[in-house]
């Protein structure tokens, strides 16, 4: 698929005009992805989402230990329902559902910056998270609303 048709795709996906998303650095990301924050900064991609109009949420979670610290973390910092310290599920709940019945979406950029890696938050605990966050993916995606999410690990 070249450049243009990706960019054309894109476009439908996220009704954003060609020559907003050419002039970001997503261009070449998927509309509904979670990956390493490798190649892009912070700063660049809140711009970005404020460029493109969208919903921009970001977790520091360096000082997280276990995974009610990172749900606590999550919560708080993307300004969610109280409920969603309980658990996974409802993480998942709180971004997606109650959301969308609140009314129509821009999209979403999401970024979760140091994920811990320890015993209490293991890599079986950090997978899970990041499945919460491909299930968000998939779930707006469905729904003709970007949601990009990008992470690093402390």
Excluded at 9 to 20: D, E, F, G, K
Excluded at 35 to 49: M, N
Excluded at 71 to 98: R, W
Aim: net charge neutral; glycine share 6%.
């Amino acid at each position: 698929m070249s450049l243009r048709q990706e960019t054309t795709s894109q476009r439908a996906a996220t009704n954003v005009p060609v020559c907003a998303l050419a002039e970001t650095p997503l261009r070449g990301v998927r509309p509904n992805i979670v990956q390493s924050i490798r190649a892009f900064r912070v700063p660049e991609l809140q711009d970005t989402a404020q460029s493109l109009g969208q919903h921009f949420l970001y977790a520091n979670l360096a000082n997280a230990q276990s995974k009610q610290d990172v749900l606590d973390l999550i919560g708080h910092q993307f300004m969610l329902s109280v409920h969603v310290g309980k658990n996974f599920d409802a993480l998942y709940d709180s971004m997606t559902d109650p959301l969308h019945k609140s009314g129509p979406q821009p999209g979403f950029i999401v970024v979760l910056e140091h994920i811990p890696a320890n015993g209490k938050f293991d890599k079986e605990a950090r997978e899970q998270l990041l499945d919460i966050f491909r299930d968000a993916a998939d779930y707006w995606g469905d729904r003709k609303i970007p949601f990009r999410c990008f992470y690093s690990f402390l």
